[in-house]
Protein backbone atom coordinates (compact mmCIF):
# COMPACT_ATOMS: atom_id res chain seq x y z
CA UNK A 1 0.00 0.00 0.00
CA UNK A 2 1.07 3.66 -0.96
CA UNK A 3 2.66 5.52 2.12
CA UNK A 4 1.54 9.54 1.94
CA UNK A 5 1.97 12.29 4.49
CA UNK A 6 -1.34 13.36 6.48
CA UNK A 7 -2.30 16.50 4.46
CA UNK A 8 -1.36 15.09 1.01
CA UNK A 9 -4.25 12.24 2.42
CA UNK A 10 -6.74 15.32 2.60
CA UNK A 11 -5.73 16.71 -0.33
CA UNK A 12 -6.51 13.25 -2.28
CA UNK A 13 -9.73 12.50 -0.44
CA UNK A 14 -10.79 16.23 -1.83
CA UNK A 15 -9.73 15.56 -5.23
CA UNK A 16 -12.04 12.24 -5.13
CA UNK A 17 -15.20 13.55 -3.57
CA UNK A 18 -15.10 16.16 -5.96
CA UNK A 19 -14.58 13.95 -9.04
CA UNK A 20 -17.69 11.89 -7.48
CA UNK A 21 -20.31 14.38 -7.15
CA UNK A 22 -20.49 17.81 -9.09
CA UNK A 23 -22.42 18.83 -5.74
CA UNK A 24 -19.46 19.29 -4.13
CA UNK A 25 -17.18 22.46 -3.40
CA UNK A 26 -14.54 23.85 -1.41
CA UNK A 27 -14.72 27.33 -0.21
CA UNK A 28 -12.35 29.02 2.54
CA UNK A 29 -9.09 31.22 2.47
CA UNK A 30 -6.96 31.38 0.26
CA UNK A 31 -7.59 28.11 -0.78
CA UNK A 32 -6.97 28.74 -4.76
CA UNK A 33 -3.55 28.72 -6.39
CA UNK A 34 -1.65 26.18 -4.09
CA UNK A 35 -1.35 28.46 -1.33
CA UNK A 36 -2.37 25.90 0.97
CA UNK A 37 -0.92 22.39 0.80
CA UNK A 38 -4.54 20.12 1.25
CA UNK A 39 -6.16 22.52 -1.71
CA UNK A 40 -3.31 22.24 -4.16
CA UNK A 41 -4.63 21.62 -7.85
CA UNK A 42 -8.30 21.82 -7.22
CA UNK A 43 -8.96 24.55 -9.11
CA UNK A 44 -7.58 23.32 -12.01
CA UNK A 45 -8.58 20.03 -12.01
CA UNK A 46 -12.87 21.22 -11.70
CA UNK A 47 -14.68 23.91 -13.30
CA UNK A 48 -14.95 27.37 -12.20
CA UNK A 49 -17.19 27.66 -9.24
CA UNK A 50 -15.94 24.72 -7.07
CA UNK A 51 -12.90 26.31 -5.12
CA UNK A 52 -13.79 29.35 -3.91
CA UNK A 53 -11.78 31.73 -2.28
CA UNK A 54 -14.08 34.02 0.78
CA UNK A 55 -13.24 37.03 1.73
CA UNK A 56 -11.71 37.42 5.74
CA UNK A 57 -15.69 36.72 7.46
CA UNK A 58 -16.21 33.49 8.31
CA UNK A 59 -19.24 34.30 9.27
CA UNK A 60 -20.76 35.31 5.97
CA UNK A 61 -18.97 32.27 4.23
CA UNK A 62 -20.24 29.95 6.81
CA UNK A 63 -23.75 31.30 6.46
CA UNK A 64 -23.15 30.99 2.50
CA UNK A 65 -22.44 27.52 2.92
CA UNK A 66 -25.46 26.38 4.95
CA UNK A 67 -27.57 28.03 2.21
CA UNK A 68 -25.73 26.56 -0.76
CA UNK A 69 -26.25 23.08 1.69
CA UNK A 70 -30.13 23.81 1.82
CA UNK A 71 -30.14 24.32 -2.32
CA UNK A 72 -28.86 20.37 -2.29
CA UNK A 73 -24.74 21.12 -2.60
CA UNK A 74 -22.08 19.84 -0.50
CA UNK A 75 -19.70 22.47 0.80
CA UNK A 76 -16.33 21.92 2.57
CA UNK A 77 -15.74 24.85 4.32
CA UNK A 78 -12.27 25.08 4.86
CA UNK A 79 -11.18 27.22 8.55
CA UNK A 80 -7.30 27.73 8.24
CA UNK A 81 -7.27 27.94 11.80
CA UNK A 82 -9.48 25.78 14.12
CA UNK A 83 -9.94 28.70 16.11
CA UNK A 84 -11.44 30.18 13.03
CA UNK A 85 -14.68 29.02 13.79
CA UNK A 86 -15.60 31.30 16.60
CA UNK A 87 -16.85 33.95 14.88
CA UNK A 88 -18.70 31.72 12.68
CA UNK A 89 -20.20 29.67 15.60
CA UNK A 90 -23.95 31.26 15.17
CA UNK A 91 -24.25 30.12 11.87
CA UNK A 92 -22.47 26.42 12.96
CA UNK A 93 -24.76 25.88 15.93
CA UNK A 94 -28.08 28.26 15.48
CA UNK A 95 -27.89 27.39 11.62
CA UNK A 96 -26.18 24.51 10.25
CA UNK A 97 -27.18 22.06 13.97
CA UNK A 98 -30.63 23.36 14.27
CA UNK A 99 -31.90 24.10 11.18
CA UNK A 100 -33.12 20.12 10.22
CA UNK A 101 -34.94 19.71 13.01
CA UNK A 102 -36.54 23.53 12.86
CA UNK A 103 -37.73 22.52 8.95
CA UNK A 104 -39.49 19.69 10.07
CA UNK A 105 -36.60 17.27 8.30
CA UNK A 106 -38.33 18.72 5.47
CA UNK A 107 -34.11 19.34 4.22
CA UNK A 108 -30.73 18.41 4.91
CA UNK A 109 -27.80 20.25 5.53
CA UNK A 110 -24.78 18.17 4.38
CA UNK A 111 -21.83 20.54 5.15
CA UNK A 112 -18.39 19.80 6.09
CA UNK A 113 -16.41 22.12 8.52
CA UNK A 114 -12.53 21.55 7.74
CA UNK A 115 -11.07 22.05 10.93
CA UNK A 116 -7.32 22.65 9.96
CA UNK A 117 -4.72 23.85 12.19
CA UNK A 118 -6.22 22.89 15.52
CA UNK A 119 -3.92 21.85 18.57
CA UNK A 120 -1.11 23.69 20.62
CA UNK A 121 2.38 23.20 19.68
CA UNK A 122 5.51 25.85 18.86
CA UNK A 123 4.31 28.49 20.68
CA UNK A 124 1.40 29.61 18.32
CA UNK A 125 -0.70 31.12 21.59
CA UNK A 126 -4.03 31.43 22.51
CA UNK A 127 -5.77 32.45 19.09
CA UNK A 128 -4.17 29.54 17.16
CA UNK A 129 -4.21 26.42 19.67
CA UNK A 130 -7.65 25.52 20.33
CA UNK A 131 -9.03 21.80 19.96
CA UNK A 132 -12.59 22.62 19.72
CA UNK A 133 -14.25 19.42 19.57
CA UNK A 134 -16.11 19.72 23.17
CA UNK A 135 -17.90 23.02 21.75
CA UNK A 136 -18.68 21.23 18.54
CA UNK A 137 -20.29 18.39 20.24
CA UNK A 138 -22.22 20.35 22.92
CA UNK A 139 -24.01 21.81 19.84
CA UNK A 140 -25.05 18.30 18.39
CA UNK A 141 -22.24 18.56 15.22
CA UNK A 142 -21.34 15.57 14.67
CA UNK A 143 -17.51 15.57 14.87
CA UNK A 144 -14.44 13.16 13.65
CA UNK A 145 -10.61 13.91 15.04
CA UNK A 146 -8.75 11.33 12.32
CA UNK A 147 -4.89 10.33 14.22
CA UNK A 148 -3.28 8.70 10.43
CA UNK A 149 -2.98 9.71 7.11
CA UNK A 150 -5.63 7.12 6.53
CA UNK A 151 -8.11 7.95 8.96
CA UNK A 152 -7.51 11.52 7.30
CA UNK A 153 -8.73 10.79 4.40
CA UNK A 154 -11.27 7.72 5.09
CA UNK A 155 -13.36 10.33 7.36
CA UNK A 156 -12.86 13.35 5.40
CA UNK A 157 -14.75 11.44 2.38
CA UNK A 158 -17.51 10.13 5.43
CA UNK A 159 -18.01 13.38 6.18
CA UNK A 160 -18.63 14.79 2.87
CA UNK A 161 -21.38 12.41 1.95
CA UNK A 162 -23.04 12.54 5.28
CA UNK A 163 -26.42 14.29 5.15
CA UNK A 164 -25.94 15.99 8.40
CA UNK A 165 -23.10 18.60 9.31
CA UNK A 166 -20.10 17.37 10.22
CA UNK A 167 -16.43 19.06 11.67
CA UNK A 168 -13.64 17.23 10.58
CA UNK A 169 -10.99 18.18 13.31
CA UNK A 170 -7.59 18.12 11.82
CA UNK A 171 -4.91 18.44 14.41
CA UNK A 172 -1.70 20.67 13.24
CA UNK A 173 0.88 18.33 14.71
CA UNK A 174 -0.30 15.15 12.26
CA UNK A 175 -0.09 17.23 9.26
CA UNK A 176 3.63 15.97 8.40
CA UNK A 177 3.11 13.03 9.72
CA UNK A 178 3.23 9.55 7.49
CA UNK A 179 1.55 6.17 6.57
CA UNK A 180 -0.34 3.81 4.24
CA UNK A 181 -3.64 5.09 2.82
CA UNK A 182 -5.42 3.30 0.26
CA UNK A 183 -5.96 4.23 -3.59
CA UNK A 184 -9.35 3.86 -3.45
CA UNK A 185 -12.56 6.07 -2.21
CA UNK A 186 -13.30 4.17 0.97
CA UNK A 187 -14.78 5.71 3.45
CA UNK A 188 -14.19 5.62 7.12
CA UNK A 189 -17.84 4.30 9.12
CA UNK A 190 -18.22 7.37 11.78
CA UNK A 191 -18.67 5.35 15.46
CA UNK A 192 -16.84 3.01 14.46
CA UNK A 193 -13.09 3.22 17.40
CA UNK A 194 -9.82 1.53 16.35
CA UNK A 195 -7.39 -0.42 18.54
CA UNK A 196 -4.06 0.65 17.49
CA UNK A 197 -2.44 -1.52 19.72
CA UNK A 198 -3.12 -4.54 21.55
CA UNK A 199 -2.93 -4.94 24.85
CA UNK A 200 -4.05 -6.78 28.75
CA UNK A 201 -3.40 -4.48 31.43
CA UNK A 202 -4.86 -1.12 30.91
CA UNK A 203 -7.18 0.54 28.11
CA UNK A 204 -5.49 4.53 26.83
CA UNK A 205 -8.42 5.91 25.11
CA UNK A 206 -6.38 8.33 22.76
CA UNK A 207 -7.83 11.11 20.75
CA UNK A 208 -6.84 12.90 17.54
CA UNK A 209 -2.99 14.12 18.21
CA UNK A 210 -2.32 12.01 21.47
CA UNK A 211 -2.84 8.74 19.84
CA UNK A 212 0.77 8.85 18.66
CA UNK A 213 1.85 9.76 22.40
CA UNK A 214 0.15 7.27 23.77
CA UNK A 215 1.57 4.85 21.39
CA UNK A 216 4.84 6.10 22.72
CA UNK A 217 3.85 5.28 26.35
CA UNK A 218 2.37 2.15 25.67
CA UNK A 219 6.11 0.96 24.47
CA UNK A 220 8.04 2.41 27.21
CA UNK A 221 5.93 0.51 29.37
CA UNK A 222 6.08 -2.98 28.03
CA UNK A 223 9.56 -2.67 29.42
CA UNK A 224 8.31 -3.02 32.71
CA UNK A 225 5.74 -5.57 31.51
CA UNK A 226 2.87 -3.45 31.37
CA UNK A 227 1.14 -4.19 28.63
CA UNK A 228 -0.84 -1.46 26.97
CA UNK A 229 -4.13 -1.39 24.89
CA UNK A 230 -4.64 2.17 22.89
CA UNK A 231 -7.95 2.72 21.85
CA UNK A 232 -8.84 5.21 19.17
CA UNK A 233 -12.57 6.41 19.22
CA UNK A 234 -11.70 8.15 15.78
CA UNK A 235 -15.32 9.68 16.10
CA UNK A 236 -16.22 11.55 18.38
CA UNK A 237 -20.15 12.07 17.82
CA UNK A 238 -21.42 9.70 17.12
CA UNK A 239 -19.02 7.41 19.85
CA UNK A 240 -18.29 3.55 19.41
CA UNK A 241 -19.45 3.00 22.70
CA UNK A 242 -19.46 -0.74 22.67
CA UNK A 243 -15.85 -0.33 21.41
CA UNK A 244 -14.77 1.77 24.39
CA UNK A 245 -16.48 -0.84 26.53
CA UNK A 246 -14.92 -4.36 25.11
CA UNK A 247 -11.68 -2.21 25.71
CA UNK A 248 -11.92 -1.70 29.08
CA UNK A 249 -13.75 -5.40 29.87
CA UNK A 250 -10.37 -7.21 28.74
CA UNK A 251 -8.13 -4.95 30.44
CA UNK A 252 -10.12 -3.42 33.48
CA UNK A 253 -8.25 -0.20 33.63
CA UNK A 254 -8.64 3.29 31.63
CA UNK A 255 -6.91 6.24 31.01
CA UNK A 256 -8.55 8.97 28.64
CA UNK A 257 -6.03 11.18 27.36
CA UNK A 258 -7.95 13.92 25.89
CA UNK A 259 -5.93 17.18 24.17
CA UNK A 260 -8.72 19.67 25.98
CA UNK A 261 -9.54 21.06 29.16
CA UNK A 262 -9.94 18.98 32.34
CA UNK A 263 -13.00 20.89 33.32
CA UNK A 264 -15.99 19.33 31.16
CA UNK A 265 -13.44 18.37 28.13
CA UNK A 266 -14.25 15.20 26.45
CA UNK A 267 -12.16 13.07 28.66
CA UNK A 268 -14.98 13.69 31.75
CA UNK A 269 -17.57 12.28 29.06
CA UNK A 270 -15.64 9.13 28.31
CA UNK A 271 -14.79 8.48 31.81
CA UNK A 272 -18.40 8.98 33.08
CA UNK A 273 -19.71 6.42 29.93
CA UNK A 274 -16.87 4.30 31.29
CA UNK A 275 -18.38 4.90 34.81
CA UNK A 276 -22.00 3.95 33.87
CA UNK A 277 -21.19 0.66 31.06
CA UNK A 278 -17.94 -1.13 33.02
CA UNK A 279 -18.45 -0.14 36.92
CA UNK A 280 -18.30 -4.64 37.21
CA UNK A 281 -15.10 -4.60 34.90
CA UNK A 282 -12.94 -1.66 36.46
CA UNK A 283 -9.90 -2.97 38.58
CA UNK A 284 -8.71 0.59 39.44
CA UNK A 285 -10.01 4.06 39.37
CA UNK A 286 -10.49 5.92 35.52
CA UNK A 287 -7.54 8.47 35.11
CA UNK A 288 -7.29 11.64 33.07
CA UNK A 289 -5.00 13.05 31.16
CA UNK A 290 -5.57 16.60 29.69
CA UNK A 291 -4.78 20.70 29.16
CA UNK A 292 -4.94 22.12 32.01
CA UNK A 293 -8.16 24.50 32.39
CA UNK A 294 -5.88 27.82 31.03
CA UNK A 295 -5.52 29.75 28.23
CA UNK A 296 -2.29 28.52 25.86
CA UNK A 297 0.21 30.54 26.26
CA UNK A 298 2.61 32.34 24.36
CA UNK A 299 5.42 30.82 26.10
CA UNK A 300 6.91 27.56 24.49
CA UNK A 301 8.06 26.41 27.75
CA UNK A 302 5.00 27.21 29.63
CA UNK A 303 2.94 25.28 26.52
CA UNK A 304 5.06 22.45 27.19
CA UNK A 305 3.98 22.57 30.69
CA UNK A 306 0.61 22.55 30.76
CA UNK A 307 -0.67 20.00 27.12
CA UNK A 308 -0.88 16.11 28.12
CA UNK A 309 2.23 14.01 26.52
CA UNK A 310 3.51 10.75 26.43
CA UNK A 311 4.77 11.07 29.73
CA UNK A 312 1.80 12.02 31.38
CA UNK A 313 -0.06 9.00 29.93
CA UNK A 314 2.49 6.39 30.92
CA UNK A 315 2.11 8.12 34.86
CA UNK A 316 -1.26 7.54 35.10
CA UNK A 317 -1.41 3.95 33.31
CA UNK A 318 1.92 3.43 35.43
CA UNK A 319 -0.90 4.25 38.76
CA UNK A 320 -3.58 2.18 37.80
CA UNK A 321 -1.16 -0.36 37.01
CA UNK A 322 0.33 -1.11 40.03
Known amino acids: MREMTYIQALNEALHQAMSEDSAVFVLGENIRGGMRPETAGLDDAFAPGRVLDMPISEAAFTGF ?3 AALAGMRPVVEFQVASLMFPA ?20 I ?18 HSDNPYTFLIHAGIKTV ?17 ENDPVAVVVNANLLRTTGEVPAGSER ?12 RD ?18 RLTADGIEVEVWDPRSLLPFDKEGLAASVAKTGRLVVADDSARTCGFAAEVAG ?9 LRAPIKRVTRADVTVPYSTPIEHAMLPAAGEVEAAVRAIAA
Do not use: W, Y
Open 65 to 67: ANG
Open 89 to 108: FDQIVNQAAKLPLMLGGQAH
Open 110 to 127: PITFFLMGAGAGGGRAGQ
Open 145 to 161: CPATPADAKGLMLAAIF
Open 188 to 199: TPLANGKVRRAG
Open 202 to 219: ATVCAIGSLVPAALEAAE
Open 273 to 281: LAAERCFDS
